[in-house]
């Protein structure tokens, strides 16, 4: 609680440093954007007003709608340099067909804090709006737009945020029953948030963060923070159960299920790591804050919850909602921290089935699979544009109703040029040029216009494209038209050169995934294979659990072509399909993906390789090892998809997109790949899951011993008078050899190496 105070304390006092604009850039889009940052430009945000008439004819106080919008704007006091269509120098624009015209103009101040002001602005266009019934007048751009899908962003924020916690608590108290066991893991998960949130104030000093990141951490922090507490919280009351002390029943969940969070912990933020590898800002600082979330929940969840632990002690247990069902059932629902005692009827049904027809449940489990990858691939991804806001604003049908009456003028490309003087004749020559060759490309139209900082050393060069103004094909033509074509054969001559803009934006962040995605995906995988090679000392365990992940990931992309691609979700998720998926998402899913499902696989291998180690054949290991995480995987998979889902009910098509997409991956790895291709796959290899080459041997054992199972009575876990070795594990004698020793041993004595394939001595670890 120390370092959490602390932390928060010095992060709110540094304060958390934020991405420049340029910073999640890419290729001469970053470039471009550097150069415009350093040269001094005005930072003003531009808005737009359209007058549009609602029919055929344009009616005859057109003109005069013009007039009143620019002294409307101007009395509010926050407006310079407007223009109307109808100005004698530099005039706005005016559509083709004349039905269509732009009033423009800037908001006075700062551009980030422009649309803290621009409310007068809008009441000011709107009262125009009420005196020309007969026209559509309506307001858009940087502030505006700023303003309401702000608002409307920031709300979505808000309330998942408000919403995630309590459903969060709601599953935990439905599942255990006892308050403080659901109060425990918010507690654990939401200090790690607010320490992490200090260490990245301190560390976005070096490497700036998006906005977004913090919203990130929280979801992360609340997913990993529980699931390690619940994984702790678990063993700790099966030992206590079994007949353990109190500080006994500690040391062997902390050799257990502690080791179990520090290496799925490890294994997180391995795989977050992999996204420094993009070079990218976004998905940088995305790593950065993920990593500091989860390893904050990971050191907290094995130094802070045994503390809790230990001052709580069994009273963490006393009962809340089920001590309500038996007063009014008049029926005791007996279960144990983490869901019902032995996995629960359905756990068990279906395991029974599973392993007696291992073959079947593999073909059955895999096709299931499979059928969800087959749309994966033909992912297609692309900009959402402006229609990554989903509903019903204003702003986004005027953007829209702009962009159809002005091709090209809402996403132009910014041409920028940097010289000793960009006024001087040869390249002003050379910028008329450009102008005359653009066009007549065919794919450049009006407007046209050119911007020059205060010292003359840079230009930006605004040129509209023809396509949607989006990242179609199209206007991504035109833009290599004029990267490839028209610049180096003009202004590049004389100048640096750069071409900026929304679709080369998207271009130059397309080509840098393309180029990195690669190195991302070995990275990940390599150093996850190594990590659980290591950690469980087995060739195939760790091939299997990689291949299992990858099957998750590929069903997770599957079913977000299916419903956000193809639009099957369209009316149960109330959003209109683009037809594509947002460009950041695949990599950032896999990442995301990939780390949170090893919770699951790390701690269900924790106990069937224990299980091994104490003597039990590889069937009843697993058999073994997936009735006592039942449970506890169903609550924590729960937690994920109510969380996960509520961000699909975001206005944002991109959140919804991510939110969807992680909620189907968690449910399918929860269910279909834990509870029957994992067990399947384990028990038709056999002995050859704990494969592990001769060469490899040198590689740490770092196995629990499990202690003796003590006498009826006995508390303290010595065992009972004259019977040291009494008892073997949680199956009684099954567990352990004739007479009750842990591995088999006579009379409860020390371990014999045993001669079965792949075993070895086990090692106390803690």
């Known amino acids: 609680m120390g370092f959490v105070v602390t932390a928060t304390l010095v992060g709110n006092a540094v304060g ?33 007003v359209l007058i549009q008439a609602r029919g055929s004819a344009v009616p005859a106080d057109f003109r005069q709608a013009a007039g009143d919008v620019r002294e409307a704007v101007l009395a509010t006091g926050r407006v310079e340099n407007v223009r109307t269509p109808y100005d004698p120098e530099a005039p706005a624009p ?15 101040g700062e551009r980030a804090t422009a649309k803290d002001r621009v409310k007068p602005v809008i009441d000011a266009v709107a009262q125009v709006q009420k005196a020309h019934p007969d026209l559509r007048i309506d307001q858009a751009g940087d502030a505006s737009s700023g303003l309401m899908i702000g608002d409307a962003l920031a709300g979505d924020l808000v309330r998942a945020e408000l919403l995630s916690v309590p459903l969060t608590f709601g599953i935990l108290l439905a599942a255990f029953g006892a308050l403080l066991a659901a109060v425990v893991p918010l507690v654990v998960a939401f200090t790690a948030y607010l320490g992490s949130l200090g260490l990245l104030a301190l560390t976005s000093q070096f490497l700036h963060v998006d906005s977004a990141t913090t919203n990130l951490m929280l979801l992360i922090g609340l ?44 294994t997180v933020i391995v795989a977050m790591a992999g996204m420094f590898l993009t070079g990218n800002g976004v998905f940088m600082g995305f790593a950065q804050g993920t990593i500091l979330v989860v390893l904050t929940a990971m050191i907290g969840s094995v130094t802070v919850l045994p503390a809790i632990l230990s001052l709580i002690g069994d009273r963490i247990e006393a009962r809340v909602v089920h001590g309500a069902v038996r007063k009014v059932t008049g029926r005791t629902w007996r279960r144990r921290l983490g869901g019902r005692e032995g996995g629960g009827r359905v756990w068990n049904a279906i395991l029974t089935g599973v392993l007696r027809r291992p073959v079947v449940s593999v073909l059955l489990a895999g096709a ?3 059928g969800l990858s087959v749309p994966a691939f033909d992912l297609r991804t692309g900009e959402a544009g402006l229609a990554d806001l989903q509903g019903d604003y204003p702003v986004v049908d005027t953007l829209r109703r702009i962009g159809t009456a002005f091709p090209g003028g809402q996403a132009p490309a910014v041409v920028v040029l940097k010289a000793r003087d ?37 230009a930006a060069v605004s040129v509209g494209l023809v396509g949607s103004g989006a990242s179609d094909e199209v206007s991504e033509h ?38 990195t995605v690669p190195l991302v995906f070995t990275f990940v995988l390599l150093l996850a294979f190594l990590l659980l090679l290591a950690s469980f000392r087995s060739l195939v365990a760790a091939v299997t659990a990689i291949v299992l992940n990858l099957l998750s990931v590929a069903a997770a992309y599957g079913v977000l072509v299916v419903v956000f691609q193809y639009g099957w979700g369209e009316d149960l998720l109330n959003f209109e399909s683009t037809g594509s998926i947002v460009s950041w998402l695949p990599l950032f899913l896999f990442v ?28 009843q290991a697993v058999t073994h090892g997936i009735r006592t995480t039942a449970g506890v995987v169903s609550s924590a998979a729960f937690i994920m998809v109510g969380v996960f889902a509520i961000f699909g009910t975001m206005s944002m098509l991109s959140f919804k997109e991510m939110g969807i997409g992680l909620a189907a991956a968690i449910l399918i790895d929860a269910t279909i790949v834990r509870a029957v291709l994992l067990p399947a796959t384990m028990k038709l290899l056999g002995d050859a899951n704990w494969y592990l080459p001769r060469w490899l041997n040198w590689l740490p054992v770092l196995e629990h011993e499990p202690e003796p199972e003590p006498e009826d009575g006995d508390t303290d876990g010595t065992g009972g008078p004259g019977r040291p070795g009494q008892g073997g594990g949680s199956d009684g004698d099954r567990d352990g050899g004739p007479n009750g020793g842990p591995d088999g041993g006579p009379d409860g004595g020390p371990d014999e190496p045993d001669p079965r394939p792949g075993r070895h001595l086990p090692v106390t670890v803690g």
């Open 368 to 370: 299931v699979l499979v």
């Open 94 to 108: 005016v559509s083709a067909d004349g039905r269509s015209a732009l009033v423009t103009f800037d908001m006075k």
């Open 223 to 266: 997913a990993v923070g529980v699931d390690y507490s619940l994984f702790y919280i678990r063993r700790e009351r099966e030992e206590r159960a079994k007949g353990r002390g109190r500080e006994r029943a500690l040391e062997i969940a902390a050799a257990t299920s502690g080791r179990a969070v520090l290496i799925s912990g490890v």
């Open 16 to 48: 958390t440093q934020k991405m420049e604009p340029w910073e999640g850039d890419s290729g001469d889009s970053r470039k471009a954007a550097t150069v415009l940052a350093a040269a001094g430009f005005p930072d003003a945000a531009g808005e737009s």
């Open 422 to 458: 960009v006024t001087a004749p040869e390249v002003q020559r050379e910028i008329q040029r450009f102008k005359e060759r653009a066009f007549a490309t065919g794919e450049a139209v009006e407007p046209f216009g050119v911007n020059v900082n205060p010292d003359r050393t840079v």
């Open 478 to 515: 035109a833009v290599r038209t004029l990267r490839e074509r028209v610049v180096p054969e003009t202004v590049g001559r004389v100048t640096e050169a750069y071409v900026h803009g929304a679709v080369a934006g998207v271009m130059d962040f397309n080509a840098q995934l393309g180029r």
């Open 592 to 619: 995301i993906l990939f780390g949170l499902s090893m919770d699951y696989h790390v701690f269900i291998l924790s106990r069937i390789r224990e299980a091994f180690d104490r003597g039990m054949p590889t069937e």
